[in-house]
Each structure stands twice: as structure tokens, then as C-alpha cells.
């Protein structure tokens, strides 16, 4: 293989010529400015689908352990949808079958719509997991805040779901840090992330070695910093001798 | 520790020859084997029947010129391996040896000419606008605020920048995932125009459920030589790849080929790309060159 060229990263995106300082001005942008946007957009979407995802998620598992048999209907339906349909399908079917059967969808940016696709999928697979969560409690705990008075939302509030959500940071961190890499199919709608960078720059410059490296650094970066924030939360939240606990 | 140095100079020494520029003839005559790379879909250039049967325009050329090959070097029987590329993998696969001879859709570009060479020039691209035939587009400055979608991993993506940066027309661009899925968002009205490789633009309206719909307007926005990549640093096997193209250059029947695969139907279905050779490819047949995209900008 010929030598590295790190130097593609300061050349501008128009003429190729390498900028001094790395960055562009005046308007023009180098790969490195394009890189460090695509990050942004890998971050945007990752985090705001991973929002969704958890609050979507968490009702969606806590419906599945309810006495309503309607609820544990809409929640099983939910998660089968969602995570049965591979999720590259699901983004294509967001941006082209929806809008041509709904049409104020069509004004919707596909950013947006890769978030719904990316965090509705990922729902599916909290949902299980809170669901798991609370399954593995003893069946007593329920029925003693029942026999002592405290409604069923109470019931939840302050005697399930505290130790059931500390029992399953553990499966949460893994998707948070899968949301960021899945996060890689937004490239198929249109929206400029990481992996779509790579392919263009990869093209325009042809150092694809020196791109795929810089855009796998970035990604490994940011599920890392995931994987930090998730533990750091681990830890402070755990009691000791609660179930989730050391 | 000295025994060790030793060996750590006889590897160095391996691979440094290893590394020197391989002798592609005579590799063939070796082996007896050459190893053609090929696309899966890169429109009537290149692309694949399924069963592992590659077919096109430049795979028949390639067939040719590797028949004339065989001949030169007096091999009785020669195997043609065909091993499909991607537009990610077809430079190092050239490099490394993998693939002897790539005959796909690559542009032949001062950049590339670095790392690799490339034979005469058999096709020259233009990359066109395609819009939907009622749209009442006919120029480019028409598609200012306009959604324009393009594929994503293509040098127009780039054309289309340079463009905008160049007139200061501000065109809202839209990026594919491939070809299908770019003229998909044309067909579905989420772009309102299409600008692409003039032979695949062709291609997906051919292909499209009713053709009369759309058509290619304005001005070719660039203009760029695709031609049969080799291993650079190998002037025995680029003259002989040269030879075998000028020749069907020159008693014509490079553009019975043209005519074959561009003009009449093709297969699996038959269809017609129904594309003539264009003025800038005839003028590459007639004088043959092996010119980066950049030679031709500056006309």
C-alpha cells in the first residue's frame, strides 16, 4: 500500500487544495470542517432518537406488566411491530411509503423521520428489557404496595420501577451505545452523518483508508463516552443491597 | 540479537520485493489465469446477470483485449476469473493484486493516477440534469431553491458543489442512498430534478415505468473520461491492454460495441438504453489517450 495522507483532511471540498490552519474560510469548508459536522449529525440523531427511544420504551415495558389486557396488547403489538421489521426497511418505508400514503408528512425533514424510524425501533427493544426488568422483581413487591393501600401507578412509582430501572442500566447502556452506531442507516435518507461522509469523501479524495479510519475513530469515541456516562450513572444511582445494587 | 536483525532484514528485504511493480504478463503466463474486476450494476458498462455472469461494455472490450493478450504471450488456454468491485474497494484490489484488469465505470482522474493506470480512454461520461418531462425545467438556473438529488459516493455530488460555489446558484440537494433510490425521489416528486452520470440517467429512464415521463435537459455540467483500470508501474501490460484498444479503435469496432450494448436491446429484459456515442467519446476513438477528468476542465 502507498504511505499515509493525513493531509486529506485540510484540503478544501471544491478545489482539493490543502488549506493552512485545516479549516476553511470565508464560506469554503475543508473535509475536516465536513467530518466534524457529520459528527454533529451522528450525535443529533443518535441522541434525540435515543431520547424517544427511552421514554417510548419505558412506557411501552411498562404497559407489558400491567393487569390491562388492552395495554399488554398495545405494548406486545408495539414491540413485535418495531422489532421484526429490519430497520433499514423501516427508515425507507418512514421516508417513502409514509409520506405518499400520509402527505403532510412530506414537509417533514428526514432528519426528523430517521428519528422517529431509529428511535420507534429501538423503542421496541427497551421496552423488552424494562419489561425483563420488571419481571425479575418478586411478584410479593407488587402485591405488598397493592395490600398497603398505594394505587397501581403509586405501586410503580415507588416500589417497582425504582430498583426494576436500576436492574437494567446494564442492557440500556448496550443500546444507547448500538443507537449511535445504527444511527449509520440516516445516510439512506439524505441526512449528511459519518457514514455518509465516508462514502463521499472516500470517493472525492481517494484516501478511503484515511477516511473509514478517521470515521471509525469517531464512532468508537462516541460509544465509549456512552459507555462512560452509562457506568458513571450505574454507580451513583445504586443502593446497596437493592436488587441492580453490588 | 544479531540473528534477530538478520531476520528482521531478510522479511524487510522480502517485502520490500514484494513491493516492487509486478510484471502483469508475465504473471498471466504463469499462471495461466487473469483476474477481471467487474461491477454488479454500473448501467450497460458493466454489470452482472446473476450465476456469476458479468456482461457490458467494457467486460466485452476487456474480454477482447485479454484474448489478444493470450495471443501475444502464445497461451493455449487462459482463465478469466471475474471478481466483482465496488467503488470503495476497486483501487486497493487493483493495487494488491487481487484484480488484474478493472473493467467497470471508473473515471480516470488526476488523483487516481497516483495509485494506478489507466488504458486509453473508451467512453467519455457527461454528467447531465434528468427532470420529469412536464416539469417545464430546461436549464440549470432554473433549479435555483430547487431539491436536487444526486447519489451519495458519486463525483457529481462534487460537480454539483463546485457549481453552485462557481454561479452562486443555491440548489437544495437531496442524496440517495444508490441510483435506484435517487431516481426514486425524483419519480416520487421529493427532488425536481436528477443529475447524474449521463449513461445511468439514460439507464433508470429506460427502466422506468413510463419513459416518456422524463427527459435530460440543459448543459453537460461535466465531462469526465471512464476508462479500463491496471496496476500502475507496468508499461509492458499497459502497452499491450493500449494496443488490443486502439485497434478496435481504429476499424471500428469499438463502436459496434457502442451500438450493441447503447443502442440496441440488452439483456435480462431487452430493454434499450438508447444513448449514441456521444461527440467528446468519438473524439477519445479517434485519437486515442489515456487524459485525466482535469485535461479535459481545462478546455
Redesign the interface.
Same mark, same amino acid.
Given at each position: *500500500?502507498?504511505t499515509w495522507d493525513w493531509q486529506v483532511f485540510c484540503k478544501d471540498? @471544491?478545489e %482539493?487544495e490543502i488549506q493552512p490552519g485545516c479549516f476553511g474560510k470565508g464560506g469554503d469548508i475543508t473535509y475536516l470542517d465536513w467530518l466534524l459536522s457529520a459528527w454533529g449529525w451522528t450525535l443529533s440523531v443518535s441522541l434525540l432518537a435515543l431520547l424517544l427511544a427511552l421514554v417510548l420504551g419505558a412506557l411501552i415495558g411498562i404497559f407489558r406488566t400491567t393487569p390491562s389486557k388492552t395495554l399488554v396488547a398495545i405494548g406486545n403489538v408495539w414491540t413485535e411491530l418495531f422489532r421484526n421489521i429490519p430497520l433499514l426497511v423501516q427508515v425507507v418505508l418512514w421516508y417513502?411509503v409514509l409520506p $405518499?400514503l400520509i402527505p403532510p408528512l412530506?414537509s417533514l425533514p428526514?432528519f426528523v423521520l430517521v428519528v422517529f424510524a431509529l428511535g420507534f425501533f429501538t423503542s421496541a427493544r427497551i421496552a423488552e428489557q424494562v419489561r425483563a426488568g420488571i419481571q425479575s422483581l418478586p411478584k410479593g413487591q407488587r402485591y405488598a404496595g397493592l395490600a398497603m393501600g398505594l394505587t397501581l401507578p403509586q405501586t410503580y412509582r415507588y416500589v417497582l420501577l425504582p430498583v426494576a430501572f436500576r436492574v437494567v442500566i446494564p442492557p440500556l447502556t448496550s443500546e444507547s451505545m448500538g443507537i449511535i452506531k445504527n444511527s449509520a442507516v440516516a445516510? $439512506?435518507v439524505?441526512v449528511?452523518e459519518l457514514t455518509?461522509f465516508a *462514502?463521499?469523501a472516500? +470517493? +472525492?479524495?481517494?484516501r %478511503? @483508508?484515511e477516511v473509514y479510519l478517521a470515521v471509525t475513530a469517531l464512532y468508537f469515541v462516541s460509544a465509549i463516552v456512552v459507555n462512560r456516562i452509562a457506568i458513571f450513572i450505574e454507580h451513583k444511582v445504586q443502593v446497596p443491597g437493592m436488587a441492580g445494587g453490588h | 540479537m544479531k540473528k534477530t536483525l538478520l531476520a528482521l532484514a531478510a522479511v524487510l528485504a522480502t517485502a520490500s520485493v514484494m513491493a516492487q511493480p509486478t510484471d502483469t504478463l508475465k504473471k498471466i503466463k504463469d499462471s495461466g489465469s487473469v483476474t477481471m474486476g467487474v461491477r454488479e450494476s454500473s448501467g450497460a458498462l458493466s454489470y452482472t446477470l446473476g450465476d456469476g455472469k458479468y456482461v457490458g461494455y467494457h467486460v466485452e472490450i476487456c474480454q477482447k483485449v485479454l484474448a489478444d493478450v493470450q495471443k501475444q504471450l502464445g497461451l493455449a488456454k487462459l482463465d478469466v476469473k471475474y471478481q466483482p468491485v465496488t467503488s470503495q474497494n476497486r483501487i486497493p484490489l487493483v493495487q494488491n493484486g487481487t484484480v488484474d484488469i478493472e473493467c467497470g465505470s471508473t473515471t480516470n482522474n488526476a488523483a487516481r493516477q497516483k495509485d494506478v493506470a489507466f488504458a486509453v480512454t473508451t467512453f467519455v461520461e457527461e454528467v447531465r440534469i434528468a427532470v420529469k418531462a412536464n416539469s417545464g425545467i430546461t436549464n440549470i438556473n432554473q433549479l435555483n431553491g430547487k431539491n436536487v438529488a444526486t447519489t451519495t459516493g458519486t463525483t457529481s455530488v462534487q460537480t454539483l458543489r463546485k457549481h453552485e460555489r462557481a454561479t452562486g446558484v443555491d440548489f437544495k440537494e437531496v442524496f440517495g442512498k444508490d441510483h435506484a433510490d435517487s431516481f426514486l425521489l425524483l419519480e416520487s416528486g421529493r427532488a425536481d430534478a436528477f443529475v447524474m452520470d449521463g449513461a445511468i440517467l439514460a439507464g433508470n429512464i429506460a427502466k422506468a415505468k413510463n419513459p416518456a415521463d422524463f427527459k435530460l435537459v440543459g448543459e453537460v455540467l461535466s465531462v469526465e473520461p471512464i476508462a479500463i483500470m491496471i496496476r500502475k508501474d507496468d508499461p509492458a501490460f499497459k502497452t499491450a491492454v493500449d494496443d488490443s484498444i486502439k485497434a478496435m479503435m481504429k476499424s471500428g469496432d469499438i463502436a459496434k460495441l457502442w451500438s450493441k450494448w447503447f443502442e440496441q436491446p440488452i439483456p435480462p429484459s431487452n430493454t434499450k438504453v438508447g444513448m449514441p456515442a456521444n461527440d467528446n467519446t468519438k473524439a477519445a476513438w479517434a485519437t486515442p489517450n489515456d487524459k485525466p477528468m482535469e485535461d479535459y476542465a481545462k478546455k
Open positions: *500500500m502507498s471540498t @471544491i %482539493g417513502h $405518499a412530506k428526514s445516510f $439512506a439524505s449528511s455518509m *462514502m463521499q472516500q +470517493e +472525492e479524495t481517494s %478511503g @483508508i | -
